[in-house]
């Protein structure tokens, strides 16, 4: 598939590699490059675009990193579904995904109250045996698994049910019972997926995946959930924005 001309800003500091990879990122995202479609050749690309094969390379590797495009032997460079990037915001997935237009989709595997452990109501600053909902859900974007989510409620915040997680985001329920989210601490990191994990989420076992835990309060101070939640590496990134004092 033929790449849209790309305009670049030869006296612009910014590299010429990054210049093109961002603004086929943008191709990408507008469907313009739809997934699975593939990409002429590096000298193809170098030449028609006017730059060096080198230049050309690099931004392809760029996108490849970011989980954009596959390099497939026999095939050539093909784009795949683009990752889910999600700003790390006080935000729920459902909302993200709803708003970037990823069609949220949910199965709840499993719905209990029971009491808080030591370690979470240490963590959520309630009293240990404090009647909670537990609750762990698959969530997919566009038809395919991307998240595995547990979560924490305290009874008393917040009265849940399987219908109401299915049909909607937790934050949604959360704002409309009034007990909106105001603080969090919030901590990113990264592991292997267990081998039951990667078969809900699609993926080989022990294949990467970003792991997010989170324990939230209203304005009052009130904990109103925990959450643990695991990404799909491959389809998912968090995005900051940084400034300087």
Known sequence: ???????????????????????????????????????????????????????????????????????????????????????????????????????PRTEVRSFTVEPLTDHIADLMGLAAGTAATHVERLRFAGGEPLALMTNIVPADVLSLSVEALTDHGLYDLLRAAGRVPRMARQVVGARAATAAEARLLGEPSGTPVLTMTRTAWDAGGQAVEYGSHIYRASRYSFELTLTSA
């Open 1 to 103: 598939m033929l790449v849209p001309d790309v305009v670049l800003d030869r006296s612009s500091p910014v590299p010429l590699y990054y210049q093109v990879a961002t603004r086929m990122e943008q191709l990408i995202d507008q469907g313009e490059l739809p997934a699975g479609s593939r990409l002429e050749n590096e000298i193809e690309l170098a030449d028609r675009l006017g730059v060096s094969r080198p230049t050309m390379r690099r931004a392809i590797q760029y996108l490849v990193e970011r989980g954009m495009l596959v390099r497939k032997r026999g095939v050539g460079t093909q784009v795949v579904h683009p990752k889910v990037r999600r700003p790390v915001e006080l935000t729920s997935l459902h909302d993200d995904l709803a708003q970037s237009g990823q069609e």
